[in-house]
């Protein structure tokens, strides 16, 4: 999955959250996989920030 899928999974499941489309159970299911979203999200800009910062010490 990219970044710019994830990003738009969480905009989605924030619009849910925001607009109380979610009932309790799949409230619970969302908030768990927008934890995973987040963590991936969070892993691919650590992972560019390493790779522009190796680029930026070649130089």
Same mark, same amino acid.
Request: overall charge negative; charged content about 45%.
């Given at each position: 999955?990219?970044?710019?899928?994830?990003? !738009?999974?969480?905009?989605?499941?924030?619009? !849910?959250?925001?607009?109380?489309?979610?009932?309790?159970?799949?409230?619970?299911?969302?908030? !768990? =996989?927008?934890?995973?979203?987040? *963590?991936?999200? !969070?892993? =691919?800009?650590? *992972?560019?920030?390493?790779?522009?910062?190796?680029?930026l010490k070649?130089?």
């Amino acid at each position: 999955m990219t970044y710019e899928e994830a990003l !738009k999974q969480l905009e989605d499941i924030v619009s !849910k959250v925001e607009s109380d489309e979610l009932d309790i159970d799949n409230l619970g299911k969302q908030l !768990k =996989k927008a934890q995973q979203l987040i *963590k991936l999200c !969070k892993d =691919k800009l650590a *992972k560019a920030d390493e790779d522009i910062n190796e680029v930026l010490k070649k130089d």
